[in-house]
Each structure stands twice: as C-alpha cells, then as structure tokens.
C-alpha cells in the first residue's frame, strides 16, 4: 500500500491550493480516504474522508464549506481543494487508509508522507 500526497506550498491568506493523494498497491474503489493534518505542536486531526461512490463525506468544523474533497477512481487519485486559506491551516496534510475496506470516518493504518502548507503573508 502506498500513499504520496502532493500539492503543498506556500500561500496567502484567502488563497487556495489543491492537494492530490496518489495511490497504489490496492483496489483503490473498495476503500474510503481520508485527509488529516497536523500543525505544529498540536495533534494530528482528521479534515475529510471521502467514501466510494455516494457513501458518505465528511468535513471537519473548522473546514467545512471551504475545503472540497473528491476522487478520480479511474486515476487513483483523492484530491483536496482548499479555499479561503487561513494562517490557522498551516500544517502538514496527510492522506490515510484503513486497514480494511470502509467507508468513512476511518481508522487510519497507512499513511503517505505529508505535504506541508503554510498559509503566511
């Protein structure tokens, strides 16, 4: 199973950035994804999770209404396209799968590496 998300950078306040989850080295469709983040010195916590066709997505409350996730099954791919950047979303992105087939929310088992985005004037 591997997982490499990609996208990061640098952006301003109010700007926007897409992130891409690339995965491979299993039957991409059966599983659902999720996007969590962690900024320095907190915790890891869980933005988005997108299910296989219309099962199910989910937003953290901090995110909702300005980050968009969805998949390309035909590419393997999950994308998170976020909006309305703010300093308080600076952090490094991750993607996860779980252990088993699942819908979300999941419990994370794999992890890509990260993407760091750091929203700064």
């Known amino acids: 199973v591997q997982l490499q998300a990609s996208g990061g950078g640098l952006v301003q306040p109010g700007g926007s950035l897409r992130l891409s989850c690339a995965a491979s080295?299993?039957?991409?469709?059966?599983?659902?994804i999720g996007w969590f983040r962690q900024a320095p010195g907190k915790e890891r916590e869980e933005v988005s999770c997108?299910?296989?066709?219309?099962?199910?997505?989910i937003y953290a409350d901090p995110v909702r209404g300005r980050f968009t996730i969805s998949r390309d099954n035909a590419k393997n791919t999950v994308y998170l396209q976020m909006n309305s950047l703010n300093v308080t979303d600076t952090a490094v992105y991750y993607c996860?799968?779980?252990?088993?087939?699942?819908?979300?929310?999941?419990?994370?088992?794999?992890w890509g590496e990260g993407t760091l985005v750091t929203v700064s004037s």
């Open positions: 080295g299993f039957t991409f469709g059966d599983y659902a």
């Open positions: 996860a799968r779980g252990r088993a087939p699942s819908t979300c929310p999941i419990l994370p088992h794999y």
């Open positions: 997108i299910s296989n066709g219309d099962r199910g997505i």
